[in-house]
């Protein structure tokens, strides 16, 4: 089988930049093309150049429609409103599309989902093995250790320039938990505290979010319960973790039905 080409989006940017050094170096897969915003001022560059590996006779263009028709898949680490419109040009191709993004809303995600009926979609808020290892183990924690002696907490530090809060793997590891206290997140997750707040209230889910510096990510789930706590973290330190793992999240999908795929099932860890 001839190597998978891939379009990155967002190509310019560091996240953009990993996944072609990423693709670059994975057996199997190649850069088919490299997209940017319109006015972007990379328009035109060599993607390989910008990314530092070299000329790979790409350039770095602001026209998706005829990179995804020629291409094999996308990964797409952007925005929202983004990665929904390249959803759909994944749809009418029929090609597979590797989503990072995070914070999207209901609304968006019934779109991806909408899209995923023509085009084989593997959506997760973290691509990495770690993380995704992490959330396994933070179902069956959640499980053992019942909400009336174990209360759970998860606290996630990004970096100063993340916008969206709580972070989708912070989210990812919150469903994990509530997954394994068969409850639903939205309806028991606390996402602030301030003022006079009262006790806490039993089974709920706590989120804490920090910013500042570089922090590439830094995630734990406490389980606090009388006399004794368990923290289970996860640390990245390179980005090229989440680019690696979202190649071969495209690489897996290759020649999959069209659906809507997680990580939990790119690794093969069960039902997400």
């Known amino acids: ?12 940017g560091r996240m953009g930049q990993a996944l072609i050094r990423a693709i670059h170096s994975i057996p199997g897969a190649k850069v088919a093309a490299a997209i940017e915003r319109k006015g ?38 952007t925005m929202p409103a ?21 914070g999207c809303g209901a609304e968006d995600d019934a779109k991806i989902a909408a899209a995923a009926r023509h085009a084989t979609i593997v959506k997760s808020g973290n691509m990495s093995l770690g993380v995704n290892l992490l959330a396994v183990l933070v179902e069956q924690a959640a499980k ?17 320039h993340k ?14 938990a509530a997954r394994g206290r068969a409850v639903g997140l939205a309806e028991n997750s606390v996402r602030v505290r301030d003022g006079h707040t009262g006790a806490r209230k039993p089974g709920t889910v706590g989120f804490a ?15 606090a319960g009388p006399g004794e706590r ?12 989440f680019a690696r793992g979202a190649v071969r999240a495209a690489l897996w999908a290759r020649g999959k039905k069209a659906g809507l795929y997680s990580m939990r099932d790119v690794l093969g860890l069960g039902a997400s």
């Open 1 to 12: 089988m001839s190597d998978m080409g891939l379009v990155v989006v967002g190509a310019a």
């Open 40 to 77: 972007s001022p990379q328009i035109g560059q060599d993607a390989g150049q910008l990314a530092g590996v070299g000329t790979l006779g790409v350039s770095i263009s602001d026209d998706p429609l005829p990179a995804f028709a020629k291409a094999d898949g996308v990964l797409d680490f």
């Open 82 to 102: 983004a990665s929904v419109e390249f959803a759909g040009y994944a749809a009418q191709a029929r090609i597979v599309h590797v989503i990072g993004t995070t």
């Open 144 to 160: 053992a250790l019942g909400p009336e002696d174990f209360d759970i907490e998860i606290l996630e530090m990004h970096h100063r």
């Open 163 to 176: 916008v969206d809060a709580p972070s989708g793997t912070a989210l990812l590891l919150g469903e994990a």
């Open 209 to 223: 979010t920090l910013r500042g510096g570089s922090v590439v990510g830094d995630h734990s789930v406490i389980l």
């Open 230 to 241: 368990i923290t289970l973290s996860h640390h990245a330190e390179d980005r090229a973790i």
